[in-house]
T-cell receptor, first 114, second 117 residues
């Protein structure tokens, strides 16, 4: 079974631009969560989607948004990029049938904002 | 207060020896889950082991075991027979609630493990 995939793997943007990251969950998984990892703040939860609905949201400004499609693929968008948005963005997928005892992560997208 | 505390920023262990990575947690929810992940320098988070708050026995997965002490709110990861490939960052994480609709994980700051030959 293929794992969680994220595209692109690396991205360089400049301040003020916007960016869209993509995540394809493991086949059959309907929940996708997004996390931001920075050296200063560590790993922080952004949001979680299940069946195209956002169920949980972390403490991030409205510049961070996401969506999920009917095939469970998810995208997150960051508008008006700031230098502090430079981070590794990880997505994770879960299957409700597994009782959230496992959450599998993708390889991440490393975003650099110049 | 931090929900997940990993007090060891870095640890060193000799190859083939066992090592314990510490994790304490804070929650008032009777239902929760505890996770350990490994993150090599490549960045991918690799799931290692899970312990539910109602699980009677400590979780084990191959060379990994979780020393779960509920009263002390600790969930230490034990790696037996360390290998050079175990050198990585290790994160403890918690999910609060029954998990039916809460998939949010709260992570600790991590412990950087270095295995020496």
């Amino acid at each position: 079974k293929a794992g969680v995939t994220q595209t692109p793997r690396y991205l360089i943007k400049t301040r003020g631009q916007q960016v869209t990251l993509s995540c394809s969950p493991i086949s059959g998984h309907r929940s996708v969560s997004w996390y931001q990892q920075t050296p200063g703040q560590g790993l922080q939860f952004l949001f979680e989607y299940f069946s195209e609905t956002q169920r949980n949201k972390g403490n991030f400004p409205g510049r961070f948004s996401g969506r999920q499609f009917s095939n469970s693929r998810s995208e997150m968008n960051v508008s008006t990029l700031e230098l502090g948005d430079s981070a590794l963005y990880l997505c994770a997928s879960s299957s409700p049938g597994q009782g959230i005892s496992e959450q599998f992560f993708g390889p991440g997208t490393r975003l650099t904002v110049l | 207060a931090q929900k997940i505390t990993q007090t060891q920023p870095g640890m060193f262990v000799q190859e083939k020896e066992a090592v314990t990575l510490d994790c304490t947690y804070d929650t008032s929810d009777p239902s929760y889950g505890l996770f350990w992940y490994k993150q090599p320098s490549s960045g991918e988070m690799i799931f290692l082991i899970y312990q539910g708050s109602y699980d009677q026995q400590n979780a084990t997965e191959g060379r990994y075991s979780l020393n779960f002490q509920k009263a002390r709110k600790s969930a230490n990861l034990v790696i037996s027979a360390s290998q050079l490939g175990d050198s990585a960052m290790y994160f403890c994480a918690m999910r609060e609630g029954s998990g039916g609709s809460n998939y949010k994980l709260t992570f600790g700051k991590g412990t950087l493990l270095t295995v020496n030959p």
